[in-house]
């Protein structure tokens, strides 16, 4: 027993490697885990303390523990034998199709990266860019929401902009779950998006067994309280227009919901806009071509940057204009009669669309897109005091810079004469016509509140 044993030293190496992950795995590893997951607590509570919504256990769930909880559900498993049968496969290939859709669809959200990168960086970006305005069409109503419901912000897509403009200023209500498309599974974004929360999405896919892993996930979000983000135009308005609600997200949300058993939905529609949206031209672009591919021409970015970054060293860098955000009126689930996906679409666009903002942009825009001769200054300002008066009547989300008129009107001429879209001589201002369909884009953000009345002046 005592005898001495000769080992050699490729052996000893492989006994002590073995014994030292053994080691991590057993003591260290559980220690550090134990310290990061009490460190995690902290800073949720202390972020719960102030928010309105507090950031719900479902979403700090560890992510491996919510894919083995999804691919599990029983509905899942269900679709799974579904589709072994549907498609002669054994159901353990169904079964890992499954896990990869689960793998791909579940966030790893994080509070540290949330609320101690994302929100801080977008409030950098969003306040050097543009003015920022929040407003609301009935603010009694949003802030008389039940505590206890689940919130789903339905918005208008104007711009990519959107998700850093919301999550600024948003970010005393809650921590949003957003609902991506595929275009941002990109490294290294893929990650960064998953430890905000957000989920990714195949908006084209008609693969049943994807999308019953996605419905599933959904669901568990909304009955676990999950303050969610939807964008049901399903994807950025290329004529800058609202379009048709596709009812995908909302109909999983509402298939599952029992007025008696579960708590309540709350829809807050949003809406936004801009003075310029960058990507203006490219969506525009799109639109001639009748297809949503987007040419990302990385030159052209570069360069858009580096004379940003020109103006910003010469002290000539503008901000450009407002980007506004607006809560609609809320929609209780619960208190909805007529629960069909059609018709609570159809009403969430409605409320969405009253919430859009008037900025001086789309306000110069709507008033210089039917006008086929110039224009002086003087008859601009008397058309837009008109507009805003009866827009104010309508209770319009006016967001003029100081409330305004004369400046608005001042600020919206000289944003669209710097960018070519409208010319001046003599001072009377005419439009581009190498441009006008930008001016109709900025235009078209807000027709719904001037319809029947831009062509009173031609």
Known sequence: ?????????????????????????????????????????????????????????????????????LIYDPAVAGAIAKHARDEGVPENVAFESAKRYAREIVPAFSATAYFGFATRAAMLLSRSLFRVRLGYVDQEAVEGIDPDATVIFVMNHRSNMDYVLVTYLAAKRSALSYAVGEWARVWPFQGLIRATGAYFIRRRSRNQLYRRVLARYVQMATNAGVTQAFFPEGGLSLDGKLAPAKLGLLSYVINNFDPEGDKDVVFIPVGLN?????????????????????????????????????????????RFGGASMCYGRPLSLRAVADRRAEKLGETLMARMSEAVPILPVPLIASIMSDQSRPVSRSEIHLLARAEVDRLRSQSACLHLPNDDVEFSVQLGLRILYRRGILSQQDKMFTVNEAERGVLQFYAASVSQFFAGENSKSN
Do not use: C
């Open 274 to 318: 801009y003075d310029r949206i960058l990507e203006d031209r490219v969506l525009l672009e799109a639109a001639d071509k009748d297809e949503r591919r987007f040419r990302f021409r990385l030159f052209d970015a570069i360069g858009f940057l580096l004379r940003q970054l020109r103006n910003a060293l010469q002290g000539r860098f503008h």
């Open 1 to 69: 027993m005592f005898e001495t044993l000769a080992l050699p030293v490729w052996l000893v190496t492989l006994i002590v490697i073995f014994a030292t992950v053994s080691a991590i795995d057993r003591v260290l590893v559980p220690s550090v885990r134990w310290f990061f997951r009490r460190r995690m607590e902290r800073v949720v509570a202390r972020l719960n303390a102030r928010l309105e919504r507090p950031i719900q256990p479902f979403k700090l769930a560890r992510r491996h523990d919510m894919i083995q909880r």
